[in-house]
């Protein structure tokens, strides 16, 4: 049995900051790439960031660059998605996916994904 939970959103005010958890049972990370997608309302489901088990990392992109940071803790079995100075376009659903074929913007080759957690950024 697999399964991600994300945790961490939440509703805040622009220029204001979220921490994303991702935590992960039935695998390890040190096997996968994980990956942050965000799907707005109305919008397609679209790639945020991805690190790989080697902690490699990669964005997706122009939103969130320079804003946002991913990073792991393997001990824990966590990846952690931190966004800074946060706008209203930030507004999504945002999951944790993992995958063994490495860090993609394409959702298809992440096969484990969590259930999201709402983030909602206020003007």
């Known amino acids: 049995e697999v399964q991600l939970q994300a945790f961490g959103g939440g509703s805040v005010q622009a220029g204001g900051s979220l921490r994303l958890s991702c935590t992960a049972s039935g695998f390890t990370f040190d096997d996968y790439a994980i990956a942050w997608f965000r799907q707005a309302p109305g919008r397609e489901r679209e790639g945020v960031s991805c690190?790989?088990?080697?902690?490699?990392?990669?964005y997706y992109g122009d939103s969130g660059k320079g804003r946002f940071t991913i990073s792991s803790d393997n001990e824990k079995n966590t990846v952690y998605l931190q966004m800074n100075r946060l706008k209203p376009e930030d507004t999504a659903v945002y999951y944790c996916?993992?995958?063994?074929?490495?860090?993609?913007?394409?959702?298809?080759?992440?096969?484990?994904w969590g259930q999201g957690t709402q983030v909602t950024v206020s003007s």
């Open positions: 690190i790989r088990d080697d902690d490699r990392t990669s």
């Open positions: 996916a993992a995958g063994t074929l490495g860090c993609s913007n394409i959702e298809e080759l992440y096969y484990h």
